[in-house]
């Protein structure tokens, strides 16, 4: 599968922004979706993950209630809405995808056999 992200940008903070993974080459509903992030000088961390089917979601704590994972299978593409963005969320965010996984591995980067090449995400004070 093939995975392009965008919609990162450079925003204040409490502003919001919604970044998008675009999938191809494969039947998307059968993948595990995930989005990761690095920061400068900083390892890659997960920041949440969608399992098809049922859609079940997990996000790092320091999202969980302000970004909301979520998939749309017509358009083959996955969503990560950002609220309340903070600039401790500045980093590269990358979007991952594997064909199963099982949950204890959900978090773990090395799980994951494809990646989009990442978008900038900059958060101003």
């Known amino acids: 599968v093939q995975l392009q992200a965008f919609g990162g940008g450079l925003v204040q903070g409490g502003d919001s922004l919604r970044l998008s993974c675009a999938a191809s080459?494969?039947?998307?509903?059968?993948?595990?979706m995930g989005w990761f992030r690095q920061a400068p000088g900083k390892e890659r961390e997960f920041v949440a993950a969608?399992?098809?089917?049922?859609?079940?979601?997990y996000y790092t704590d320091s999202v969980k209630g302000r970004f909301t994972i979520s998939g749309d299978r017509a358009r083959n593409t996955v969503y990560l809405q950002m609220n309340s963005l903070k600039p401790e969320d500045t980093a590269v965010y990358y979007c991952?995808?594997?064909?199963?996984?099982?949950?204890?591995?959900?978090?773990?980067?090395?799980?994951?056999?494809?990646w989009g090449q990442g978008t900038m995400v900059t958060v101003s004070s």
């Open positions: 969608m399992m098809w089917p049922g859609s079940s979601t």
């Open positions: 991952a995808a594997v064909p199963r996984i099982i949950t204890s591995s959900v978090r773990v980067s090395s799980s994951y056999d494809n």
């Open positions: 080459g494969e039947t998307f509903g059968r993948f595990v």
